[in-house]
């Protein structure tokens, strides 16, 4: 595997200290020098490649001046993600942004749970992002949730979304859109899943390490859905910055589709 690897006792300990927006250790390392990463940004990726050139050059618009990391799991893909992803490592290097891959080539793709699971192996971050392969960043995303974590340092942090195809799953979308503070946790028993969707995460990873890992048992398990639910059980919040910070794509491969009701 590609990148260092930690226990969950030194990513625990490393991570006690949270970032802040004027901390010296959120900004860009001189050049030589060595310094924790702010905030990783976690993608999983199983058969993306028809959108990973727009969801990847997203990540390297970001205006956020802070230490990034961008970390890849190939689940067994079969169209070229992962040497997609490889072509752009350039780019990521001249943007400052430390690039981390690795996968499996196995017959058996492990699910979406393993593959997130094993990005955040990957990261160093004290913040994580979670990106999904076929969506793509608004240029603020990072940043505005950024300042919201550190607000929030044991909570999920959500955001708003627009949805493409436009008018796609409408009355869905409006749900996501529109729930007040409150509704965040009064609603999230209801059939919708999460009241922040899983495309939108961004946590502190000591909260992350606090709520345990993503559900591995593979295709049909909503992995976010028992995460969601474990982090409220362990006193975690819910909030949400009131801006569109992602376009989230509506296609008929998307992973949601396999969740057994």
């Given amino acids: 595997m590609s990148g260092s690897h930690k226990s969950s006792g030194e990513s625990e300990r490393e991570s006690q200290r949270l970032c802040t927006g004027n901390d010296a250790e959120c900004e860009k390392p001189a050049e030589g020098a060595c310094a924790p990463v702010c905030v990783s940004v976690i993608m999983p990726v199983f058969n993306a490649s028809d959108w990973l050139d727009e969801c990847l050059q997203s990540i390297l618009e970001q205006d956020f001046q802070g230490s990034m990391e ?3 799991f190939d689940d067994s893909s079969t169209d070229g993600s992962r040497a ?20 499996h080539t196995s017959s ?6 393993f593959a997130k699971n094993q990005a955040v192996r990957l990261s160093s971050g004290r913040f994580l992002c979670f990106q999904d392969a076929d969506d793509v960043m608004k240029p603020q995303r990072v940043r505005l949730q950024l300042e919201a974590a550190e607000a929030h340092p044991d909570a999920i942090v959500g955001c708003r979304v627009c949805r ?3 008018g796609s799953t409408e009355r869905y979308t409006r749900w996501i859109n529109s729930l007040s503070p409150e509704q965040l946790l009064t609603q999230v028993f209801t059939s919708h ?10 946590c502190s990873r000591r909260w992350f390490l606090r709520v345990g890992a993503f ?10 859905l028992l995460f969601f639910y474990q982090s409220l059980r362990c006193g975690g919040g819910v909030v ?8 989230y794509r509506y ?8 969740v057994l009701e």
């Fill in 251 to 258: 296609h008929p491969l998307a992973a949601t589709h396999s």
């Fill in 240 to 247: 949400r910055v009131d801006e569109c910070l992602l376009v």
């Fill in 215 to 224: 559900d591995e048992r593979g295709k049909g398990v909503p992995e976010d």
């Fill in 193 to 202: 899943g999460p009241t922040a969707i899983m495309p939108t995460w961004f």
């Fill in 84 to 103: 997609l992803v490889e072509s752009w490592r350039m780019r990521f290097q001249e943007r400052g942004i430390s690039l981390l891959t690795d996968g």
């Fill in 70 to 72: 961008l970390c890849v």
């Fill in 108 to 113: 058996n793709p492990r699910g979406v749970g």
């Fill in 164 to 166: 493409v195809p436009d």
